[in-house]
């Protein structure tokens, strides 16, 4: 989990070298409450909304892209929020090793690469090693939400997490008041595009498959 130099004195940013695994979400943000994570936060728009519309909770941004995750930073760098952390790293291995099991009560995963050729499928982020990973760090009865533009990589995704039997699929209507914006939704919805999304409940450790 590098980080580049320049971010290294940024408060709001982690500096994953001043932690050893599992990261202890207590000591990471200036008061304690239930934490929230989205995996692939690009720009940090649905992150803008979040932390302002549900300030008691906290919420941590994972990017892997330098040139995203300078964008983000730059959005809360005037008045960051205190509920809020971002770190610069890749998503699975911060599921599989930094995260402690139970420790996010929601996670989010909004429009990443369908990475559409055969040779690139293991580039793809909506895979069966993410919903395990993300039942490991979810509490009981916590929450996946993904979206994507490309039908196809969607339906795959909620295909999967049915089979896997790690989620429940719930109702999320397109008015709901934590259905945010992103900045891909808001391109897309301005290309015409249709945007995809799907809400699931994480099933208790007896409902696991395989």
């Excluded at 995203?68 to 790293?89: E, I």
């Excluded at 395990?132 to 490309?150: C, N, T």
Aim: proline share 10%; with cysteine; net charge positive.
């Amino acid at each position: 989990m590098k980080l580049s130099a320049p971010m290294a004195e940024v408060p709001f940013v982690l500096q994953p070298a001043d932690f050893r695994p599992p990261l202890r979400l207590d000591e990471i943000f200036p008061v304690p409450g239930p934490c929230e994570l989205e995996i692939g936060c690009g720009k940090g728009l649905y992150l803008e909304q979040a932390v302002r519309l549900e300030p008691g909770k906290n919420f941590l941004g994972v990017e892997r892209a330098e040139k995203y995750f300078r964008h983000a930073v730059r959005r809360f760098w005037d008045d960051p929020p205190p509920n809020l952390r971002l770190v610069q790293t890749d998503a699975f291995d911060l599921l599989s090793r930094w995260l402690p099991a139970g420790s996010v009560c929601a996670v989010h995963v909004y429009f990443p690469d369908p990475w559409p050729k055969v040779r690139h499928a293991k580039r793809r982020l909506f895979q069966p090693q993410l919903y395990r990973l993300a039942h490991r760090v979810l509490r009981p009865e916590g929450i996946l939400r993904i979206g994507s533009d490309v039908e196809p990589y969607f339906g795959t995704a909620v295909r999967e997490i049915a089979q896997s039997g790690l989620f429940e699929r719930t109702d999320w209507p397109d008015d709901a008041p934590d259905r945010l914006a992103t900045n891909y939704a808001v391109k897309y919805a301005e290309q015409g595009r249709r945007l995809h999304y799907a809400k699931f409940r994480r099933a208790a450790a007896d409902g696991l498959q395989g």
